[in-house]
């Protein structure tokens, strides 16, 4: 049901005409929620959260399956299209900024919503994956989706997705109930984060205002491709005719692929730091510390010496992308306030990057899961945290390109721990102690948990020393739930 307003016209037409932040018709709550159609099974369907969360647990999800073939039967738009058809096609109901990339892609989007909420709008974002929450993947200015509002939203799609054949998968679903979630709520736009590859990821539904795409580095090749120029051709497939695309500099096979990608689909095409006037560079403060700053330059915008609020080099190039991203947008009829944005720039915080979840011992935690990503890493650590030796706790999932990360490790590490991962997909511990030591000689030990690993890295560390968890983002999850719960637990000396 559209709501229509007293001077004539949708709500949604009305919104659409205009950019300015805080324009937006709102609807009460009570509004919002007769939106839904209550299922006629609902009494004995999802009517909770913990129910909503067992039935996508019966859904396919590739996210945990060993094996995952990437063709359109698995990866399916029509699919999706008919979900959301049967919906309401909420997607259709916002604007979207849409992301695509190997590594950078959470952190770039987080920027981009901080910087877009601090100028005033109410700003969506869905990322994946998550941490230790699924609805952290579903955001509104910051707050993640309440467990009833997900409940609802799954009992909705549930009798639609039962009627269907093929039945919609895990991450079809989830981004179904996102997008309806964005809508009902009224965002004025959303960051949109692809799951995996670009062309056949659920999210490409979506007409944006922006794509964009962060660093291309091997990863997921069994699905998307065994080279650089494969991958790219994936992740290009977010771009449409007419719409502005952003890059940063890639490696030229990538940089080749998109840029033929872009011409052939229509879409205007320029890189951060070519077309796109942009640097940046490491400097130390007595404020702030050791950090990076950078500069970006357009027609219609002139971002100096702003300091990049997450840390590493890497972070810096995210920061440049998101930054022409806000560039674009401008150009799209968006009121941004510079002055504003920086505000919300400098405010941002990404969970699972370089993340400190522990000050006695040091432990850093961070979600690099493929060779490029545990470079920056450790650059990142060799840049911002003074440290006379580093354990390095590493979990990863076999159809990552082990060999390529635990070259990384072995250059980068004093000692070394090997784990499971929360994952069907995780790597044997064993087998990667095995392949470390044969490859690089040098001594690894295994532990069968990430407690059992965290107790052996305690043993071995002074006040000096450095942990760091990494390898994947199932490990960092897991690593931050069980540092909350430690820090929840009183001390033996408060039990007393």
Not at 57 to 74: A, G, K, M, P
Request: hydrophobic share 40%.
């Amino acid at each position: 049901m559209r709501h229509t307003t007293s001077g004539g016209g949708t709500a949604i037409a009305r919104r659409r005409a205009s950019h300015e932040p805080g324009t937006r018709i709102r609807h009460s709550k009570s509004d919002r929620k007769a939106r839904f159609v209550e299922p006629r099974n609902a009494a004995g369907g999802v009517n909770t959260y913990a129910k909503a969360l067992r039935f996508l647990s019966s859904l396919c999800d590739f996210e945990r399956l060993r094996i995952v073939r990437y063709n359109t039967q698995n990866f399916d738009l029509d699919r999706m299209r008919t979900l959301l058809r049967r919906l309401g096609n909420p997607q259709d109901e916002f604007k979207s900024v849409h992301i695509a990339g190997t590594k950078g892609k959470g952190s770039t989007c987080a920027m981009i919503a901080s910087m877009l909420q601090a100028c005033g709008y109410k700003v969506g974002l869905y990322t994946s994956p998550h941490l230790t929450d699924l609805r952290e993947r579903i955001q509104i200015n910051g707050q993640m989706i309440s467990q009833a509002d997900f409940a609802r939203l799954v009992q909705l799609a549930q009798p639609i997705v039962d009627r269907m054949k093929p039945r919609p998968t895990y991450f079809d679903v989830i981004t179904a109930v996102a997008f309806k979630h964005l809508a009902n709520e009224g965002v004025d736009i959303a960051v949109v984060e692809t799951g995996l590859g670009g062309r056949l990821d659920s999210t490409n539904v979506l007409k944006p205002e922006v794509t964009a795409i962060t660093s291309i580095s091997m990863d997921h090749m069994a699905q998307l491709g065994p080279t650089l120029a494969r991958i790219a051709e994936e992740k290009a497939g977010i771009f449409k005719a007419g719409i502005p695309a952003i890059s940063v500099q890639q490696h030229a096979d990538a940089d080749a692929v998109l840029k033929r990608v872009a011409e052939k689909v229509g879409a205007v095409l320029d890189v951060c730091g070519q077309t796109i006037e942009f640097s940046y560079r490491f400097e130390s403060s007595r404020m702030q510390g050791p950090h990076n700053r950078v500069c970006l330059t357009t027609p219609n915008s002139r971002f100096e010496h702003l300091a990049v609020p997450l840390l590493g080099e890497h972070q810096a190039i995210n920061c440049g992308l998101a930054l022409s991203v806000i560039d674009r947008l401008k150009g799209r009829g968006f009121n941004i306030n510079d002055a504003r944005a920086m505000e919300g720039l400098a405010r941002t915080t990404v969970p699972g990057r370089m993340e400190m979840l522990s000050q006695m011992p040091r432990v850093v935690a961070d979600g690099a899961h493929n060779a490029a990503s545990l470079d920056a890493m450790l650059r990142a650590i060799g840049q911002h945290i003074p440290y006379d030796s580093m354990v390095i706790i590493f979990g990863c999932c076999a159809d990552k390109d082990v060999p390529g990360m635990l070259g990384r490790i072995a250059a980068g590490a004093d000692k070394v721990i090997f784990t499971r991962v929360n994952s069907i997909r995780s790597a044997d511990p064993n087998e990667l102690a095995v392949g470390y030591v044969e490859q690089y000689g040098k001594m690894a030990q295994v532990a069968a948990t990430l407690e059992d690993a965290l107790a052996i890295a305690n043993r071995a560390v002074t006040k000096e020393d450095l942990i760091c968890i990494s390898g994947s983002f199932y490990l960092v999850g897991e690593a931050k739930k069980y540092f909350a719960a430690k820090n929840a637990s009183p001390s033996p000396a408060t039990r007393q």
